[in-house]
């Protein structure tokens, strides 16, 4: 039995991380916390979890939770991880850290795009990226994970087989991505109401979106070559859910008349317990991975192109999905134990 | 040609409003304004407007509107009103105001209700409730109208028949009411955020709403009699829009066997342009009155039992619908220009 | 291990029976079947649950479902389970009815709501009324349960203290219910389109949907006296969940100045592991229940009227969910395995 | 005053036909039809017309239609505006046709994509495509309008100013396109159902709908070359409203250092009265277009990639508007009558 801590459980991905492990067999909710006015029952705060479990939420108490916990999940708005990570990790703990704060290996690019400085570039190095499709072996001996984005767990994993065996033109990669509301957090704002949101569609950070330095960071990884993507966020009329429609152009001669797109992707994810590549003529949508922890893809050749489309839940895989997938890797359960 | 000024422009009631007086060929707006950090065009602030009207919002300035405008519409919070009636009043201007302000003819219950020291009481007694189907002839020469509530428009207009010909009990009036969530208003709160309405439904302010005692006093004049409703409204994951499900007893002997409620109902409201009795069967729905002016009534006997039903868009006949049915009506425009 | 036959799987009930079922240790999904034109993979029906379940789902065949399963889920259309029901006990095999053909003891009433001869009349009067919270000692040794309507299980739970304890007038009982559109089945009629639902909410079968002689039926027998409600059903725009609001005078006398309903409330619960009862003030909502086996139940007293408003998820513990609490308590599983 | 018929009254575009028919000071609808059981006041059909419209929806009669109507509009399905267009233009009468029968020139492609035989091929030349920002003079004087299509008006508006001053790659087009329900008409299948669409997003017909070689020909006209777009349409959970998102790259040389893109595409549409260009950084949402007949453009350059992210509403300026749009052109009504 793992006894596992949740900083952050006020926003929704904590929220989700009760939620599956609750359902745990070998973990144990055991302490948790967030920026709060006084301690409350997480039961006050989310009446869903009455009769479920009883614990109260207060802000986080770090030898408290030190002596208590195994494993640490931050679920903590970007910039905020860094100031707690290193007395974790010194206190022996493992952290999986659901933020943006470790996910960059130049802290350079994470400083320009979440506009701070990093505060704890020590431990960049070691963190590892934690998409189970790419890193596996790292992340069982990882100390510390950098758990993914949303959107680019969606799109690294539909663009992985592509790239890593040099299909298409690096320069051609356009991904226009549309997620549901809770992608962007709890905040209270008037873009958050409901009624800006209902009946509405619409870009945002057009091609400027903080997540597009991360595809990119680890596209140029799996290629051994620099990639920049056009990368167009939307926001869709819904709680949950990304999909990702991402088109490229295929190498000039790289794919042989032989040679199916179809089998290719099913060979490369065939060990994977949560990628569903689709047959042809069949796509994803975001209904079938509705709290989920799976991510489908689907495939359209066309002459010189190539269209991908691959959806997810943004909270599950996306987020604590992945994180209790990571978790399930270090601690050598079945991976897919509560996920499925 | 009416000139008219808005304040309180950037709430629901005034984006409506513009909306409206648009389409009127009668009616000029000439000033817009609004609690605002700095003047902006209006389609810069509601991007829809973009080539339909080009007026620039700014903090109310009242020596301006009133040497600008005949009428003003206060589309404002309730409790600021109150603080520039007696000035536009002064300036000789009519004014319709949206917010509750002048709605009670006891201060007290208002004060109470709105958790506020009234501190305009010297004009509530000359104020017209602006519910054209009851009040029509003072509402021709009011110089301030108090523009009803959304939950009062449709609960009176469902009842006015039966509680004025005295034909049900009145202790037992049951309005269970469901409404789209602009009727709150554009408050920025974790409550009103798109995922805490979307797939959700619930219960507000149960039998404690500020609009229970407005359609107390409404009622309460058209019987003679003191008459307290229960009053449970509930919020809809929609933007717009109210239907009201009403329980009333039949008082004993009161209805003659002979009597048609359909007809009686459709009497009452013959003259009516935008009351719509549903023929027996047949039961207004949302969707028939969204974006209208109009009020939809279906009823259903079942023995001593009368259940009405009754729908409304909450910012048209709810709201800046009805403000502009006053206007139409003071400045004897066909009623329903601009509303049909 | 216990061996199930799902009958009429691609409906919703029948799919969230495979959701459900997919979690349970002791429960093995051992044949799914449906009309169907041509035997499919139920991966290919609901892609969601590719690399989950690999069934092909076929037309029923009686003799192979006998042979294989311990316990039949009947997920189908009224009037359907009873050509099935006979053949299904004489095999010698459990039954729990999800449709309404064993609801009623008496076969006229059901006859009237569902426009149909009953064709089983013998199996009526041995099978259980499958509420866990009124008939668990009988449901533990029942051969046919029939699983109760989604309505009915909300209002009844919600009205049991109140009616059992004789506290209220039983001709003040008003039941003002809303439901989202998985409640009528995957039915494809133009009524159930997206744009006919979407930002709409309307009232439909007033005072006449078939669910009201169902709940009529159980508090009578709760009561010891006839007792007909007034039922007025509605349809939100969402697809799961129900949130009924209830209105009841208090019966004079009956309840004590010392009483506390809420603390009766708790008591007549308190070994329930799917009822939650609110404290003052607090009143749910769908978000809380959905994707939950959980009925909430809030309160509130108003001098002589009582207002009761409970929640549940139409498809789970007012439909699937509640056949596998009936399966839990039958087997002697603890009752919440696969729920919680 | 033009007297005007609707034959196919009863569809999603002609609803709105009448809708903004209503509303136009020198039009009046003389006939409305469709294919009907028996014939049914309008305001039975579609309760939101009651107290506005009282017409009689029967089958169309040609003989009356061409005795009662100056103009008549088609909002009929594909591939039976065919069998009613001769008729019509024998009679002398103006039509409007919204269906795709006389958009294409080349009668093969057509029927390719509507997979049937055209049977009124001698029409075809003499029908003008009518989308006004391009064929405004011929529409002045058209016998017959094949009004666009509702992805093909946004795509080509889009794309219009890029493609005629020859900016681009023409190989390099990619339309993103998102659209609400509406878009397919009122048809009662599985996949329309509420259920199927709410809280879910999906790609259709990927690369092979049939508004591609629509796009394909008037794209091509306006450039002179061959274009063949790539096009992905998805579905939106909403009623209305289309946002596409269109990538291309800028052909080598072709803008000059000194050219702004913004100026341009203002330049381009200066007179249009439905055409509104966005400030740089700002994008076009499908509520600011909602129930308008504006098309929003916004305009993203990247380095050597154009982005263009395009809105309308799919049944005004996509269908019934810009058809009475070119009712106005046609009879020289202000261009804007009814739309604004």
Redesign the interface.
Known sequence: MVNVGIIGVTG?AGEELIDIL??HPSARIANISAKIDKPRRISDIF??F???IDLVCSEPDLAKIASTCDLVFLALPHTVSMGIVPGLLKAGKKVIDLSADYRFKEAKIYEKFYNTRHTDKPHIAGAVYGLPEIYRAKIRNALLIANPGCYPTVSILALAPLVALDLIDLDSI?I?A?SG??GAG?K???N?????????????K??SHQHAPEINQELSKLSGKKIEV?F?P?L????R?I?A?I?ARKKKGAIRKTQNLFTLYKNFYKKE?FV?V?NEG???????????N?C?I?I?E?KD?I?I?AAIDNLLKGAAGQAVQNMNIIFKFPEDTAL?
Chains 1, 2, 3, 4 share one sequence.
Request: charged share 35%; proline share 6%; net charge positive.
């Open positions: 929704y609750l359902k009446p869903k009455k009769n479920r356009i226009d549309k509301v809770t709890r209270v704002t008037e958050s109401l409901f009624s800006e949101i209902n009946d509405d569609f619409k870009a945002y057009v091609n056009t167009v939307h869709l009329p819904l709680d859910g999909l429609t088109y317990p569903r689709k069949d796509f994803p949508r975001i209904k079938d991975v509705f709290k989920t799976f489908d689907g359209k066309e192109a269209i489309i499925i």
